[in-house]
C-alpha cells in the first residue's frame, strides 16, 4: 500500500460510515459506494471490485427471501387464542396441532419466569388475564408430557395447568376450554395440578345449561349470609370431604362441625354429610362461582 493510502482500520471505519448512509434499495449500488471508503488505494479499490459483487448476490438473495417471508405478528400467540385473522402463510408455518396449557400459580409474582424456563422451538407464550397460556406443538408425546411435567412441578403445589388439544387452526377454541377447565377446578378448590376436561366433565356440562346453573346458585345463595358456615363448607371440600380432616384444619372440635353441618342442611335444604347432598352443594358452590 502506498504512504498516502489509508490504513486497513481507517478503510474498515469509512466502509461503516458510507453504510450508515446506503439505503440499501438501488441493485447494483453497493460497489460503487465501497469504493467511496476505499478512496484512492489501489490495493483497496481491487478488493471491493473483486468481493463487491460477491455481496451483492448476497444481498439479492436475502432480499428475496424477505420478500417472501410472512409477516409475524408481534403477539402470534394472543391473537390466535383470541381467534383474529393470522396471514395464512404465517397459519401454514405453523404445527400441525398443539396443547394449550393455560397456567396459574397461587404463588404471587411467579408467572413471569415460568415462560422464559420452557422457551424452546415452536412455544408460543402469552398472557391472558393475569395467566400463563403456552401452545405447546403436539408432535412429540414425550416432549409434551415432558414439558407439562417441568410446568406441574413448577407449582410446587400452588395453582393449576389446565390443557386442551386443538389443530392449528381450532386454538381459539381450545383457548376456550382449557380456560374453562382452569374456572372449575379452581372454583372446585381442586388440588394443585394438571386439568383436562375429563377431570371436570360434570362441572363443565352444569355450567354450560344456564337454567340449571341459576338453580344451583339459588340453592347456595342463602349460605351468603353465614360466614362461618361457608367456611365450614369450603373447608369440608378442601378436605375432600373428610370431616375429621375438615375439623383439624378448621381447629374445632369434630361435634362443632356436625353442629355447623346440620346448620347448612337447615339453611339450604342440602345434607352436606350424604353424597347427594353434598355433590350437590359442591356444584352449587362451582356455579356460583364460575357464572
Same mark, same amino acid.
Given at each position: 500500500? #502506498?504512504?498516502?493510502?489509508?490504513?486497513?482500520?481507517?478503510?474498515?471505519?469509512?466502509? =461503516? !460510515?458510507?453504510?450508515?448512509?446506503?439505503? *440499501?434499495?438501488?441493485?447494483?449500488?453497493?460497489?460503487?459506494?465501497?469504493? $467511496?471508503?476505499? *478512496?484512492?488505494?489501489?490495493?483497496? !479499490?481491487?478488493?471491493?471490485?473483486? #468481493?463487491?459483487?460477491?455481496?451483492?448476490?448476497?444481498?439479492?438473495?436475502?432480499?428475496?427471501? !424477505?420478500? $417472501?417471508?410472512?409477516?409475524?405478528?408481534?403477539?402470534? /400467540?394472543?391473537?390466535?387464542?383470541?381467534?383474529? /385473522?393470522?396471514?395464512?402463510?404465517?397459519?401454514?408455518?405453523?404445527?400441525?396441532? @398443539?396443547?394449550?396449557?393455560?397456567?396459574?400459580?397461587? /404463588?404471587?409474582?411467579?408467572?413471569?419466569?415460568?415462560?422464559?424456563?420452557?422457551?424452546?422451538?415452536?412455544?408460543?407464550?402469552?398472557?391472558?388475564?393475569?395467566?400463563?397460556?403456552?401452545?405447546?406443538?403436539?408432535?412429540?408425546?414425550? +416432549?409434551?408430557?415432558?414439558?407439562?411435567?417441568?410446568?406441574?412441578?413448577?407449582?410446587?403445589?400452588?395453582?393449576?395447568?389446565?390443557?386442551?388439544? =386443538?389443530? +392449528?387452526?381450532?386454538?381459539?377454541? *381450545?383457548?376456550?376450554?382449557?380456560?374453562?377447565?382452569?374456572?372449575?377446578?379452581?372454583?372446585?378448590?381442586?388440588?394443585?395440578?394438571? @386439568?383436562?376436561?375429563?377431570?371436570?366433565?360434570?362441572?363443565?356440562?352444569?355450567?354450560?345449561?344456564?337454567?340449571?346453573?341459576?338453580?344451583?346458585? !339459588?340453592?347456595?345463595?342463602?349460605?351468603?349470609?353465614?360466614?362461618?358456615?361457608?367456611?365450614?363448607?369450603?373447608?369440608?371440600?378442601?378436605?375432600? @370431604?373428610? =370431616?375429621?380432616?375438615?375439623?383439624?384444619?378448621?381447629?374445632?372440635?369434630? #361435634?362443632?362441625?356436625?353442629?355447623?353441618? $346440620?346448620?347448612?342442611?337447615?339453611?339450604?335444604?342440602?345434607?352436606?354429610?350424604? *353424597? =347427594?347432598?353434598? $355433590?350437590?352443594?359442591? /356444584?352449587?358452590?362451582?356455579?356460583? #362461582?364460575? +357464572?
Amino acid at each position: 500500500m #502506498s504512504d498516502s493510502s489509508p490504513e486497513p482500520v481507517d478503510f474498515l471505519a469509512r466502509v =461503516r !460510515a458510507v453504510g450508515e448512509k446506503w439505503s *440499501g434499495d438501488r441493485h447494483g449500488e453497493l460497489v460503487d459506494v465501497l469504493l $467511496q471508503a476505499a *478512496g484512492d488505494n489501489p490495493e483497496l !479499490a481491487n478488493l471491493v471490485r473483486s #468481493s463487491g459483487s460477491i455481496l451483492e448476490e448476497f444481498l439479492a438473495g436475502f432480499r428475496r427471501n !424477505a420478500g $417472501q417471508a410472512p409477516s409475524v405478528p408481534r403477539d402470534l /400467540a394472543a391473537d390466535l387464542i383470541a381467534g383474529r /385473522a393470522v396471514p395464512q402463510a404465517v397459519l401454514d408455518s405453523l404445527a400441525t396441532r @398443539y396443547l394449550v396449557a393455560v397456567v396459574r400459580s397461587g /404463588a404471587p409474582g411467579r408467572g413471569k419466569a415460568v415462560s422464559a424456563e420452557l422457551a424452546g422451538p415452536g412455544v408460543l407464550s402469552t398472557r391472558h388475564d393475569g395467566d400463563l397460556v403456552l401452545l405447546i406443538p403436539d408432535l412429540d408425546d414425550c +416432549r409434551t408430557k415432558r414439558i407439562t411435567g417441568h410446568l406441574t412441578q413448577w407449582l410446587n403445589g400452588s395453582g393449576w395447568l389446565a390443557v386442551a388439544k =386443538r389443530g +392449528r387452526a381450532q386454538l381459539a377454541d *381450545g383457548f376456550r376450554e382449557a380456560s374453562d377447565v382452569l374456572r372449575l377446578v379452581a372454583a372446585g378448590r381442586r388440588a394443585s395440578g394438571m @386439568y383436562s376436561i375429563n377431570d371436570v366433565l360434570v362441572e363443565y356440562a352444569v355450567i354450560r345449561h344456564e337454567e340449571v346453573t341459576e338453580n344451583l346458585v !339459588a340453592v347456595i345463595k342463602p349460605l351468603r349470609a353465614h360466614a362461618v358456615l361457608w367456611e365450614t363448607l369450603t373447608a369440608l371440600i378442601d378436605a375432600d @370431604y373428610n =370431616r375429621n380432616k375438615a375439623a383439624k384444619n378448621l381447629f374445632i372440635h369434630r #361435634s362443632t362441625l356436625d353442629y355447623r353441618l $346440620q346448620r347448612i342442611a337447615g339453611v339450604t335444604g342440602c345434607d352436606p354429610t350424604s *353424597g =347427594r347432598g353434598v $355433590q350437590l352443594l359442591t /356444584a352449587a358452590l362451582i356455579a356460583d #362461582s364460575v +357464572r
